[in-house]
């Protein structure tokens, strides 16, 4: 087998996955009807707002004459303020995403890419500019834009806990981190940390397994990370659980005190709840003022 | 072979694997559980985390133990476990086994041929010749010693007597014994004077082993009368604590069958080696007692049986004359009552009221005229086996009773008037009566001389006076005559019940006479000489193990030996017969005294119990293996891998261990879930025959004809049920569907007793012999005759073929015929009452009552009606068009006889409507 047919072979798997992705993330996005999306205020925009009096210190071009004339005072026709925000992504590839704890509940990844693919094309649609961090992808808008995070989304990562990507934040955009937050938590803060440097808010995802958050273990266990670098020999397991659950806990604490600290919302999904709701809360938290 | 108290082993050297066990204890208990591997993301959060106990890394202990024991079942089952390994017992000489084969042998009789036979074997395998003797039946000409396989054959020939050796016998035993040999004893426990002489004499022989049980043996002594009461004494051995033992007194019912008529506790105090209990029963039901026996305990000794000494004769006394105003001392009842109250149950009322009682004698003291009725019923009485005893008086004497022609009441025609003698008005002395003569009844009774006859009714001479006169006056005129009639006899005194006419009532001779004639009872028994040169037939005989067997061929036995009174070869224990008295010969006397037989300390005794031998290796294996199915799940559970579907099935197994385990109240909690299945909706019910093929059959048919009710009419059956007649309840059944069967099993008696309970209030069952009544009603084919069985005892009404206006034929179609998968006509219901009209402008008659509680036929109804699971026929019908119109008609049959079942005779009724229109009109 040559090259070209071995890229060929991995270049038609990597496709493979792209429209049912994109199909799963549009059908997704397609439960969310947008609307509230507009700033509700006046301002810059191509839209109407309303019409209010003229006041002394705008220009006569801006007149609305044609409302003018219908009655005795003049009117001005204000538009509403629309700014197209950058939003831009950081999907844990990590190994760690990669795990299921059954058949029938989809990998961590899967939905981290499903939420984050969906909540992309509602921006899209909203005309928002949409990238990811880091030099890869940087926002823009257009449904090109939605091919390309597809594609960078599936690549996986090999190590077991990826480390998140705070460069390529611009100042006062927003930002959205989908991660089991299971590995090390210094770079997550120093990210997060810069990122409110720079202004940036945005929304923490924690996307948990029903194991992980049930660690439902008995007898004598090894467990292992997914890429088997990590591994932990307990033999009783069951008596570990208490302790596991508070430090999974500890963790989740520490992490609505970063978010908190940092103006960012933090939440997490579990795999075997339906991702709309996860979807619905991240649009929500990104349309709120910053 | 290494024995360990009760266990050998077969092979010991395998139990030193048992060292390895402590070994192996720390092998497992050094090698923990091995653990499973988990990809498990948030591994990142337990790295640091220790483990809380470092100890439970090893196996538990409790699985440790589990697992040694089983390992230990394996090897103590391979080293061949024996449960009670027999010894062999050493010797050469010849073998003499002794059996003392009385009735206290009979109650464990198998338990001692089974230890003969086990020391037979023994004696086999040694190669000693052997004899087995009974002492109740012992050889004249001493033990015959043969080889011991030869012996141990004839073990089944032998039999417990019901008596026990005497020392006469046993003597001539004992004194034909010669020559070395071993003996075994077998005892029945009970002291005897004639052991300590026989135990003598074998121990010059050899050595003698005695085998005796600590045991209770109680033996009913025969019962007396007391005041009124029956009591029943008892002696046993030994006597120890308080023991309280059922008696049950049984007899024939009035239907003929044997059955306990009365049961009670007997107890024995503490320390008193005899128990007495008093039994008060209704005369009719002493009267018919015929034993007394202590329940379950098959032992002569346990029965005694009862004869005239227990009866009491019921006597009716009726006078004539009414209430006539007068002393007590006049009352010509006044002499019978005293002379019959002691010894028997007297009986007041009116004839006809007497008559219903059906006692043994009825006294009709100076009763001359009797209502027809009251003549037929005692005719019809006497001739049945009464004795009607009559006394003259002044009534009978002025009455024209017999005067021409012979009464068929009085044993002889009447003179007018009769006479008088020795009184102030006539000449001569009072008269004396004669010897008796030979051939009377009241022969070999001495006559006092204070007996004399003043007046008197007079014979008219006839043929037959002679015959007749069983007591006469020292005339020669006839006293007492006598005549049979039927089965009974009429016996006629000619001088009245009271001293009017004579002293005759005031002597002794009276009671007497009166016993003679059977009015009486014998209170006690007879004595030596009076038995002397009598006859008695053996009616009956008790065998060892207390069943009485009939005994009327044997041969008569001699009043002497009779008179001895304690059972023996010559005189078995039963019932012996002579005339009108019986006796009984029971195995204890009235003052029988039981003990426990005592050996000199030089003599080994031995238990009677012997042990099997059993093999517990394959129980070791068996036990191994559930410990090893046990640890499996245990480690399972253990290593944290029971979850999921291994939990499930785990769970599972656990569950069926536990059901097969408790079944009963399982079973406890079906009998209610029938009965509520059966009562929430209306359910049809089949019998159950013991054939598969047919039950499932009528369930198919019956569920057919439930489906085509619920389609067609407003009953909405669930589904049949089968219905076990033996343990089921029927009354929620409205109908039952039963198949017959050639070989059907009767049911139990209480299984009839249930069935005409349920046809007496309402139920039906409709008998199917499914022979297509080829044999017309059932007279010879198998189905027919085993129907016939089954219904003898069932209270089935007179039957008819439906006739063409039975109402069957309208309760919901109009039908003609009843075919089912065959078509006959012949289908047979309760008969019309025979007086039924035809009812007006009707074209059937007034048949306005009952449900037919049986319907008979041929005619296969239920493969007609069934249908399979997707309700499709199951069964051919005929053939093509003609055959399911027969099939239809015979739903048509099924949904008429269910709404008449329901309905009873609604449609019936209607032929009143018009009736009623008029009368509303009214």
């Not at chain 2, 002489?197 to 003698?208: D, I, Q, R």
């Not at chain 2, 051995?237 to 009035?254: E, H, K, M, Y």
């Not at chain 2, 006293?479 to 009639?485: E, F, I, S």
Request: with cysteine; glycine share 8%; hydrophobic share 45%.
């Amino acid at each position: 087998m040559n090259d070209a047919l071995a890229l060929r072979a991995a270049a038609e798997q990597q496709a493979s996955a792209l429209p049912p992705l994109l199909a799963a993330a549009e059908h997704l996005a397609s439960t969310v009807i947008l609307g509230d999306h507009g700033r509700r205020r006046a301002g810059t925009g191509d839209t109407f707002w309303q019409y209010r009096p003229a006041q002394s210190t705008d220009h006569a071009r801006s007149i609305d004459w044609r409302r003018s004339a219908r009655s005795d005072a003049s009117f001005v026709q204000d538009k509403e303020w629309q700014i197209a925000q950058s939003v831009v992504f950081w999907v844990d590839r990590g190994a760690s995403m990669r795990f299921a704890s059954s058949e029938n509940i989809p990998e961590k990844a899967t939905v981290a890419r499903l939420l984050a693919l969906a909540c992309t094309i509602l921006l899209i649609r909203g005309g928002e500019r949409v990238g990811m961090t880091g030099s890869d992808l940087p926002p823009r808008r257009g449904t090109l834009q939605i091919a390309q995070m597809a594609s960078l989304l599936s690549q996986d990562d090999e190590a077991d806990y990826a480390l998140p990507e705070a460069r390529g934040m611009l100042p006062h955009s927003r930002a959205v981190f989908v991660s089991d937050f299971m590995g090390d938590m210094a770079p997550i803060e120093a990210a997060l940390t810069s990122a409110a440097d720079r202004g940036v808010r945005g929304a923490l995802v924690q996307i948990l397994d029903p194991q992980e958050e049930a660690f439902p273990f008995d007898g004598r266990t090894i467990f292992e990370s997914m890429t088997g670098a990590l591994r932990h020999e307990t033999l009783k397991a069951g008596d570990l659980r208490n302790r596991y659950l508070d430090r999974l806990a500890a963790r989740k604490d520490h992490l609505t005190q970063l978010a908190r600290t940092t103006g960012w919302q933090f939440s997490t999904h579990h795999t075997n709840a339906p991702a709309t709701q996860a979807l619905l809360w991240l649009y929500q938290s990104l349309a709120k003022p910053a | 072979m290494f024995t360990l108290g009760p266990i050998a082993f077969t092979a010991p050297w395998l139990l030193l694997g048992l060292i390895a066990l402590p070994i192996l204890w720390i092998l497992l208990r050094a090698v923990p559980p091995a653990p499973i591997r988990r990809r498990f993301p948030g591994v990142a959060l337990l790295l640091g985390l220790t483990d809380a106990e470092s100890q439970s890394d090893r196996t538990p202990w409790w699985l440790l133990l589990l697992r040694l024991a089983a390992i230990a079942a394996i090897i103590i089952g391979f080293a061949g476990p024996v449960l009670n390994p027999q010894a062999a017992r050493p010797g050469t000489a010849p073998l003499l086994i002794i059996a003392d084969g009385t009735w206290a042998d009979a109650r464990d009789w198998e338990a001692r041929t089974d230890r003969i036979a086990a020391l037979l074997d023994d004696a086999a395998r040694s190669g000693r010749t052997a004899a087995v003797v009974t002492l109740t039946a012992a050889p004249v000409d001493g033990p015959d010693f043969q080889s011991a396989e030869v012996t141990s054959q004839r073990l089944p020939n032998l039999s417990p007597a019901a008596w026990q050796p005497d020392a006469a016998t046993v003597g001539v035993f004992s004194e034909t014994l010669t020559g070395r040999f071993d003996t075994f004893w077998l005892s029945d426990g009970l002291a005897r004077d004639s052991r300590a002489t026989l135990l003598a004499e074998l121990e010059s022989h050899g050595t003698v082993t005695v085998f005796q049980t600590p045991r209770s043996i109680v033996v009913l002594r025969p019962a007396r009368f007391e005041d009124g009461n029956i009591v029943l004494s008892a002696a046993r051995t030994p006597s120890g604590p308080a023991l309280s033992v059922p008696v049950q007194a049984i007899g024939l019912d009035p239907a003929g069958a044997e059955r306990v008529l009365a049961a009670v506790d007997m107890n024995f105090p503490a320390g008193s080696d005899v128990g007495e209990v008093t039994l008060s029963l209704p005369p009719e039901l002493r009267n018919r007692i015929s034993r007394f026996a202590v329940a379950a305990t098959r032992s002569a000794g346990a029965v005694t049986l009862t004869d005239d000494a227990l009866r009491r004769r019921e006597v009716a006394l009726i006078a004539g004359g009414g209430d006539a105003e007068g002393l007590d001392l006049l009352s010509p009842l006044y002499y019978l009552r005293e002379a019959l109250s002691p010894t028997a149950d007297l009986i007041d009322g009116t004839l006809d009221d007497v008559l219903l009682a059906n006692p043994d004698v009825i006294v009709l003291a100076d009763v001359a005229n009797l209502a027809a009725t009251e003549q037929e019923g005692l005719l019809q009485w006497v001739e049945g086996g009464g004795l009607l005893l009559r006394f003259a008086g002044s009534r009978l004497a002025a009455s024209d009773v017999g005067r021409t022609t012979e009464d068929p009441l009085l044993p002889i025609r009447l003179r007018a008037g009769g006479r008088n003698v020795g009184g102030a008005m006539s000449w001569g002395e009072p008269k004396t009566l004669a010897p008796f003569p030979e051939g009377s009844p009241f022969f070999g009774l001495a006559v006092p001389d204070d007996v004399t006859v003043t007046s008197q009714v007079v014979a008219q001479p006839d043929p037959t006076l002679a015959d007749r006169s069983i007591a006469q006056l020292a005339d020669g005129t006839p006293l007492v005559t006598r005549k049979t009639l039927g089965e009974g006899q009429i016996v006629l005194v000619h001088v009245t019940a009271n001293a009017e006419w004579s002293t005759l009532p005031l002597s002794g001779l009276f009671v007497q006479m009166l016993e003679r004639l059977a009015v009486t009872t014998r209170p006690s028994s007879p004595d030596a000489t009076e038995l002397d040169g009598t006859i008695w037939l053996p009616q009956a005989q008790l065998s060892a193990f207390g069943q009485l067997n009939d005994a009327t061929s044997e041969a008569g036995i001699a009043g002497n030996v009779l008179a001895r009174g304690t059972a023996g070869p010559d005189l078995p224990p039963g019932l012996y017969a002579s005339e009108d008295a019986r006796i009984a010969v029971n195995v204890a006397g009235p003052d029988t005294i039981i003990s426990t037989a005592q050996w000199p300390a030089r003599i080994v005794v031995e238990g009677l119990e012997i042990a099997r031998e059993t093999l517990l290796k394959g129980w070791l294996l068996a036990a191994a293996l559930v410990l090893l199915m046990s640890d499996v799940i245990a480690s399972l559970a253990v290593g944290g891998r029971l979850k999921g579907p291994r939990a499930d099935v785990a769970a599972a197994a656990l569950l069926a261990l536990l059901v097969g385990f408790s079944t009963h109240p399982v079973a406890a909690q079906t009998a209610d879930d029938f009965a509520i299945a059966a009562t929430s909706n209306v359910v049809l019910g089949y019998v159950i025959t013991g054939d598969t093929e047919t039950d499932e059959i009528s369930d198919a048919g019956l569920r057919g004809l439930s489906d085509t009710l619920y389609r067609r009419t407003s009953i909405e059956p669930a589904a049949p049920m089968a219905v076990d007649l033996e343990t089921d309840e029927l009354a929620f059944f409205p109908f039952l569907y039963w198949p017959v069967i050639a070989n059907a099993p009767l049911p139990s008696r209480d299984a009839y007793a249930k069935l005409n309970r349920y046809l007496r209030s309402g139920g039906m069952i409709l008998f199917d012999t499914r022979d297509a009544d080829t044999a017309r009603f059932g007279s010879s084919s198998p189905e027919g005759r085993a129907l016939q069985a089954i219904a003898r005892t069932l209270d089935i009404p007179p039957l008819e073929p439906i006739p063409d206006d039975h109402v069957l034929t309208r309760t919901f179609y109009l039908l003609q015929d009843f075919p089912g998968r065959t078509d006959s006509r012949d289908v047979w219901v309760e008969a019309s009452a025979p007086d039924a009209e035809l009812a007006d402008g009707m074209p059937f008659r007034n048949l306005n009552d009952g449900v037919t509680p049986v319907v008979i036929g041929g005619n296969d109804w239920a493969r007609a009606w069934a249908i399979d699971a997707r309700g499709n026929a199951m069964f051919p019908v005929g053939r093509g068009q003609a055959g399911e119109t027969q099939r239809e008609y015979a739903y048509r049959f099924g949904v008429n006889l269910i709404m008449h079942v329901l309905t009873g005779n609604y449609k019936s009724d209607q032929v009143h409507v018009p009736n009623l229109l008029e009368r509303l009109g009214q």
